[in-house]
Nanobody, 124 residues
Framework: QVQLVESGGGLVQAGGSLRLSCAAS????????MGWFRQGPGKDREFVAA????????YYAGSVKDRFTISRDNIKNTVYLQMNSLKPEDTAVYYC?????????????????WGQGTQVTVSS
């Protein structure tokens, strides 16, 4: 079973940038469709971005489109989330996960093997 470890979170001022990384164990990473999700204080976990196994197709939540970019490096077994123009409402724990079921890339239940998460805090 794949294990995922997120990193790159931190405290940043509004308008700033961060790049999150999600490192995966195992030799089959290049076959996985991957996603980033977040969970803010008192909120449900929500979809942020996803990418297919080849990196050809990407998907974004409307709230982050044109500010966040998801990418992957199948040699390094890593998926990234570049976050620009950060806003206080982006404050959350960010998780990466593997898409384990068919259907929508935006649905939390279609993902598994969740990492432990990395905290992102955006100050105003």
């Amino acid at each position: 079973q794949v294990q995922l470890v997120e990193s790159g979170g931190g405290l940043v001022q509004a308008g700033g940038s961060l790049r999150l990384s999600c490192a995966a164990s195992g030799r089959t990473f290049s076959s996985y469709n991957m996603g980033w999700f977040r969970q803010g204080p008192g909120k449900d976990r929500e979809f942020v971005a996803a990418i297919d196994w080849s990196g050809t197709n990407t998907y974004y939540a409307g709230s982050v489109k044109d500010r966040f970019t998801i990418s992957r490096d199948n040699i390094k077994n890593t998926v990234y989330l570049q976050m620009n123009s950060l806003k206080p409402e982006d404050t959350a724990v960010y998780y990466c996960a593997v898409k384990i079921l068919g259907g929508s890339y935006r649905a939390v239940p279609n993902f598994g093997s969740w990492g432990q998460g990395t905290q992102v805090t955006v100050s105003s």
